[in-house]
């Protein structure tokens, strides 16, 4: 019996609401898979010359290339391509009431040429509808943005952000600017008017046209690159709070997923220290910037840091009110997957009822009655 | 009594050792100072176009033209270049027994043009030298360092490393690479040679040929560019470790100043966890990387980010080390200065000693017998 198993073991018949995953990569067997979604020329393209994304840093992933070496199918299949090799693996046997489809393509929203991002996101996004969505109730989409280019990530919005199965607008935390630029805001009106989130996880950064993965230059192992996924959402924090997005937009909810989770109280208390003896450089920002993590961010939980203590780890977790705050991803199939049965230490049942459930219910606006069925 | 001098007031006359201040920025009233020691060509040019470093975001900095409004001495002179003000503002009535002097001028490092750093900073240095350290005993100086272009800066370790007063090569936070590239090591073999530390202060992030100021790109406001130093600082460390500059030059020793303080503990959770996974990656590294910041890395304690209470403080505090990690620095004149007598909440005696003297004693090689009368 493999640790996984025996981890789902426990898990299973947990009492309660059970688990929402904020965070499943699925993916398709084959690139091909789109070409029902993709116009002639791209296809045409893809055949002669393959996906060809703009390339990344020569770094290499963890694990098996970048998978839990017991999520790929029987049959080979590429990991998380697999609905029902996945329902078996993850939605059942650790009672996930809604699964939340990130993918396993986000380069597709980072290429320099964006014409060619927004027929590749529209292609997923259509393959993750028709193949996913349609097909197994507990899931729920991601819509997928070519967001170099803004005016085309508002049509996609446009175009699917009423589907009831799509509950977030998705795009990598690499960018050419940090989110709280003023070019973004027609994506947040657009998510508003559609009753969607916006949710930024790992990837892009460094990558193609974006900035160097860190703000002193390309690192140069992989290592260095997972430690610099915090340092973006930092500046994608700092940026949405002082360029003043949560008072242009007050009801906006944006997520930040896979960047880790105890850097963002020590942040905070920078923040709010600085805005105190700064904030006549930024009068448009009316509150702590503390205040708008808590009306407007949520963190999703994986992969959190192990603390030296549980001392440690309640006085961080405190600290951030994740309670409230922290949104359960399970990142899987990647290698660093979080169990839910193994990733927090022994919490109280309104926290861990919250941080696996409620708080995702209510950030994703996701039914809680229709799950309490036991 | 402005609170200046109400703070000093009660600091004067502590019992111990006094306070070894490690980031004081002293400067020049006119550039036309360091015309002793520059040669003709970039006289005649400063005299032209006047100094020209090549920019930065275009922010303003906080404060009374980023200082301290009583910072000025009496006769208008720009804050930081009155020797005998400086005394006696800072060092007498704190019982400063060494201050550290940075500078003012660290743009100087960051030009495109190497020459022209190079210049530059070899005056400063020679500045520093004839008319701060040769006229106080208690002050000791940095090394600037032409830091795009690593030959240079080997020739001017060369050149004053061992000066008697001088205790450390000295750079901005921002740079091409993150520091830990083996580009940068024939310094690091230089600081060893002559005994002297190698210290990054915030300065110059996104600045000139520099990478922009976030890996997601150029932000909009001071308080951004702020809260963008730590995540350099993040970079660098990251870099250190990995690249195993520790494990090559195990006796170097290197401090990151005017980053932030409490950032460090989570940060190391994350590379200690991530480490031990992908360690077959990068086997040169050896240890866990929060050994390596236990035996090569100090932090400056300013600005120190104000918690939301003792506890998180103390939690934070003993994660990182503090008590033997942290390095007391004022940042005099800035208007962020913090007082000796004000920055930390009341701790016990050792912990205080260390953190106002002796971690900086031990850093710098300073003597401790010296300074023990009373």
Redesign the interface.
């Known amino acids: 019996m493999s640790l996984l198993e025996a981890t789902a073991k426990k898990t299973k018949g947990r009492k309660g609401v059970g688990v929402i995953d904020c965070d499943i990569h699925h993916t398709f067997q084959d690139i091909k898979q789109l070409f029902p979604y993709l116009p002639r020329k791209y296809r045409e393209r893809i055949e002669l010359w393959g996906a060809n994304f703009g390339g990344g840093p020569g770094t290499?992933n963890?694990g098996n290339i970048g998978k839990r070496a017991d999520s790929f199918p029987p049959d080979g299949a590429p990991a998380g391509s697999d609905l029902n090799f996945m329902i078996d693996q993850l939605l059942d046997p650790f009672d996930i009431r809604y699964g939340i489809l990130t993918g396993e393509f986000i380069a597709c929203t980072n290429t320099a040429d964006t014409y060619y991002s927004a027929a590749l996101c529209s292609a997923f996004n259509d393959y993750t509808i028709e193949h996913w969505l349609d097909k197994e109730p507990r899931f729920r989409g991601s819509i997928y943005l070519p967001i170099h280019d803004v005016a085309a990530s508002v049509r996609e919005i446009e175009r699917l952000g009423s589907h009831p199965g799509m509950v977030q607008a998705y795009v990598p935390?690499?960018?050419?600017?940090?989110?709280?630029?003023k070019m973004y805001h027609p994506i947040y009106e657009a998510c508003l008017k559609h009753g969607i989130k916006f949710t930024m996880h790992v990837g892009a950064?460094?990558d193609g046209m974006?900035?160097?993965?860190?703000?002193?230059?390309?690192?140069?192992?992989?290592?260095?690159y997972?430690?610099?996924r915090?340092?973006?959402y930092?500046?994608?924090m700092?940026?949405f709070i002082?360029?003043g997005v949560f008072e242009i937009f007050p009801e906006l909810q944006v997520a930040f997923i896979e960047g880790?989770v105890?850097?963002v109280?020590?942040?905070l208390?920078?923040?709010?220290?600085?805005?105190r003896?700064?904030r006549e450089?930024?009068p448009w920002v009316k509150k702590k910037p503390s205040e708008y993590f808590l009306t407007n961010m949520y963190i999703g939980s994986q992969?959190i840091?192990?603390?030296?203590n549980r001392?440690?780890f309640d006085?961080?977790f405190e600290?951030m009110h994740a309670k409230d705050k922290l949104l359960f991803c399970s990142d899987y199939p990647h290698?660093?997957f979080d169990s839910p049965k193994l990733v927090f230490p022994k919490m109280d049942k309104e926290t861990t009822d919250n941080v696996f459930y409620y708080n995702a219910a209510k950030f994703y606006g996701l039914s809680i009655q229709d799950n309490m069925e036991e």
Chains 1, 2 share one sequence.
């Not at 208390?269 to 805005?275: A, G, H, N, Y």
């Not at 840091?305 to 030296?308: G, N």
């Open positions: 290499m963890g935390s690499g960018s050419h600017h940090p989110y709280g630029n950064i460094g974006n900035a160097p993965a860190t703000n002193v230059g390309y690192p140069s192992y992989y290592i260095e997972r430690a610099a915090t340092q973006a930092m500046a994608h700092a940026s002082f360029e880790g105890f850097w109280a020590p942040y208390w920078r923040l709010d220290q600085d805005w003896a700064l450089q930024t992969p840091e192990e603390t030296p001392q440690a006085t961080l600290a290698w660093d």
